[in-house]
């Protein structure tokens, strides 16, 4: 059996030394990389492993499937969690009333969910009497900073472990130990497959051509959207509402959190809509290239903003960016659990308070526009926004001697430069 030996040393206090591991919490997709893990655990450490999967609403997984094959490698126990719900209340919301892109286009769909995965797997772990959590993270990712900040953060008395950061396997040698190990490998093997990662939210695609920069997206990465070119020649608006900032209904129709998501995924998706071929500065500092797949946040983001821009003050409106941008950018790098996003959470509730309303998208062969807006709270006066004159609230004449004012230390600094110039 393994000397413990053999093990690459530990440089952070939170990995587990080999002789600590007796049970571990294992963090299950079922697919390749985390079922050759199922099993390299027992061998390796002679521990007992629980699984856990988590469904944050990935579309198309048989869960009695992956319950059955984590079974079938020798788990203790397999753990289905349905956190599709508060992923939606407890993360996905608050992304929303932040406006939450990173790197202008990518909507964080994983980085929301991580925090949450890596707390279920710190509730379950305690509850089964596990000393260590895996999880199935290269040493190259984003992911595994948001699971191990999480878990060192939650629980200083577990252990991390990621055997794939840290084993000599290439694909092939990890499919050859799955065919050793009776563990079943889906598809073909020949062409390694694109690295997706799904939830409600959005999907993501990595790997293959897409490391290519010149490489044109090809048709078979799209696993959600259609392609915009065969999308309906009709375009459709769709009616998103809100009540202080959180989307409550589609066309009129009152919606639970969840739903209201798929069905605008649904609709996004038919019309091509929430393609990002994005460029990303990760966190571990390398530059890649996903492809992101978001039609449901291709809408109701836009919309949020729109409406929140209409309730709020110019000056409301040139603060919020900033604070967004930094929420988006502590949860892009996993520091979720860290207190100034909760400070910021703050900021974007009371903002929030006022985002009520309805914003039409209309979504036509891949793009989704905003063309309608109301609010009971928008801060917009017909009367006074058109040209005719107003009076009352707004007076023209009154305009000039503003303009003299708030012109006057450009002026002054101008004719000085002018002034410094002709003498120099
Ligand atoms: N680039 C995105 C992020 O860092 C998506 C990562 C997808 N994760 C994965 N294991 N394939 O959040």
């Known amino acids: 059996m393994a000397a413990p030996d ?4 530990r440089t952070a206090s939170y990995e587990a030394e080999p002789g600590d591991v007796h049970r571990v919490l294992l963090l299950y997709s079922g697919g390749l990389d985390t079922s050759v893990m199922l099993k390299w655990i027992q ?3 002679e521990a007992e492993v629980v699984a856990l999967t988590v469904n944050l609403g990935q579309p198309g997984e048989d869960y009695d ?8 490698l020798g788990a203790l126990a397999c753990h289905v969690v349905d956190a599709r719900e508060e992923f939606a209340r407890d993360y996905v919301a608050p992304a929303i009333k932040a406006n939450a892109l990173y790197g202008g286009g990518y909507p964080l769909f994983t980085a929301l969910g991580r925090p949450l995965i890596a707390k279920l797997a710190v509730d379950h772990a305690r509850r089964s009497g596990c000393d260590t959590i895996a999880h199935g993270c290269t040493g190259k990712g984003n992911d595994q900073v948001r699971i191990e900040a999480t878990v060192a953060t939650l629980a200083p008395e577990l252990k991390v472990i990621a055997p794939v950061r840290s084993w000599q396997m290439g694909r092939e040698e990890e499919v050859a130990y799955a065919r050793e190990h009776g563990i079943p490998v889906k598809g073909g093997t020949e062409v390694a ?4 990662d799904d939830n409600l939210w959005g999907r993501s695609s990595e790997g293959r051509w897409i490391e290519e920069l010149d490489h044109a997206p090809e048709d078979d990465v799209f696993g959600l959207v259609t392609r915009p070119e065969e999308a309906p020649d ?8 809100f009540e202080h900032g959180l989307p409550v209904a589609l066309n009129g129709e009152r919606l639970e959190l969840v739903p209201l998501l798929e069905r605008a995924a649904e609709v996004g998706a038919r019309h091509g809509v929430g393609i990002v071929d994005h460029i990303e500065d990760r966190i571990v500092g390398l530059k890649v290239r996903d492809i992101y797949e978001v039609p449901a946040a291709a809408i109701i983001l836009p919309a949020h903003q729109e409406l929140e821009k209409l ?10 960016p900033q604070l967004d941008r930094q929420w988006a950018y502590l949860v892009y790098a996993g520091l979720w659990w860290e207190p100034l996003r909760a400070d910021l959470d703050a900021y974007v509730e009371h903002v929030n308070q006022q985002v009520t309303g309805t914003i039409g998208m209309k979504l036509y062969k891949g793009s989704a526009r905003v063309v309608t807006r109301e609010s009971p709270n928008a801060v917009y006066d017909a009367a006074l926004a058109s040209f005719a004159e107003s009076g009352g609230l ?10 003299e004012l708030w012109s006057l230390q450009s002026r002054l600094a101008w004719r000085l430069r002018q002034e410094n110039q002709s003498d120099g």
């Not at 053999?6 to 040393?9: L, N």
């Not at 497959?193 to 997706?196: A, F, L, N, R, T």
């Not at 707004?394 to 303009?403: D, E, H, L, Y």
């Open 6 to 9: 053999d093990f690459p040393p």
């Open 43 to 45: 061998e390796r450490y």
């Open 193 to 196: 497959p694109y690295s997706i």
């Open 394 to 403: 707004f007076s023209q004449t009154a305009s000039p001697g503003f303009i």
């Open 234 to 241: 009709e375009p459709e608006v769709v009616q998103v509402s």
């Open 311 to 320: 309730v709020g003050t110019i000056h409301q409106n040139q603060f919020k």
């Open 65 to 72: 499937v992956i319950e059955g094959k984590a079974k079938q």
